[in-house]
C-alpha cells in the first residue's frame, strides 16, 4: 500500500518571498502544489489550470455551493480557494502536497484540524517589505498601501503556524523550508 502523503501550507505576506521559495520547491518531483481557483484578473504569463483555475463569480458560487472547497477566502477584494479532489488524490499517491495560501484559509483549516505541516514565511521587518513590493513593480501605490496593511495584519497570525521562517536570506530561508517539510 501507498504510505499516504502530507499536506503542507505555506503562508507569509505578499513580498515576503514565499512565492520564490514556492518556484524552487515546485522543481521537486515528490511536491505537488495546488492549483487554487480565483476570481482575480489573469496576470501577464499566468496559465488557467496551472497558475490558478480563473474562475467567474458565478463560477466560484456554484463550485462553492457544490462544496468543492476545502477554504476559500477573499483577499484584496477577490477570492481564493483550495480544491479539495486533487488534493486527495495527491495525498493518497503519497506526495507532498503544498497549499500557498493566506491567512485566512489557514484559520479556517486549524478550525477544522487538517492534518497538516504549517509554515510562515515572514519578511526581516515592514520596511524591506514595502521596499521588495516596490520593486517588484507590480502594484498601484493603492494596492501597495492595502498590501502593506494585510501583511501587517497577517504577521499578527505567527501562532497559527509550526514553523516561522524568516527569509533574510532566500537560500538559506529555502533550506530550512525544505528541512521542516522534511525533503
Ligand atoms: P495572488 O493574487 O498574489 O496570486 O495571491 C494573493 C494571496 O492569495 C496570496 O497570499 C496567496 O497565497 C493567496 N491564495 C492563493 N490561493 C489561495 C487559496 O486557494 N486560498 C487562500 N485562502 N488563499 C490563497
Do not use: W
Amino acid at each position: 500500500m501507498t504510505q499516504r502523503g502530507r499536506l503542507v501550507v505555506i503562508s507569509g505576506p505578499s513580498g515576503a518571498g514565499k512565492t520564490t521559495v514556492c518556484r524552487a520547491l515546485r522543481r521537486d518531483p515528490r511536491v505537488q502544489f495546488s492549483v487554487s481557483a480565483t476570481t482575480r484578473r489573469k496576470r501577464d504569463g499566468e496559465v488557467d489550470g496551472v497558475d490558478y483555475r480563473f474562475l467567474t463569480q458565478a463560477g466560484f458560487d456554484a463550485a462553492l455551493a457544490r462544496d468543492e472547497f476545502l477554504e476559500s477566502a477573499t483577499y484584496n477584494g477577490n477570492r481564493y480557494g483550495t480544491l479539495r479532489a486533487p488534493m486527495e488524490e495527491a495525498l493518497a499517491a503519497g506526495r507532498v502536497f503544498v497549499l500557498e495560501i493566506e491567512v485566512q484559509g489557514t484559520r479556517q483549516l486549524r478550525a477544522r484540524g487538517v492534518d497538516g505541516i504549517y509554515v510562515f514565511v515572514v519578511p526581516p521587518s515592514l520596511a524591506e517589505l514595502e521596499r521588495r513590493i516596490r520593486a517588484r513593480g507590480q502594484n498601484t501605490e493603492e494596492e501597495i498601501a492595502d498590501r502593506l496593511r494585510i501583511a501587517e495584519e497577517e504577521l499578527r497570525a505567527k501562532d497559527l503556524y509550526d514553523h516561522v521562517i524568516e527569509n533574510d536570506d532566500l537560500d538559506r530561508a529555502l533550506a530550512e523550508v525544505r528541512r521542516v517539510i522534511g525533503l
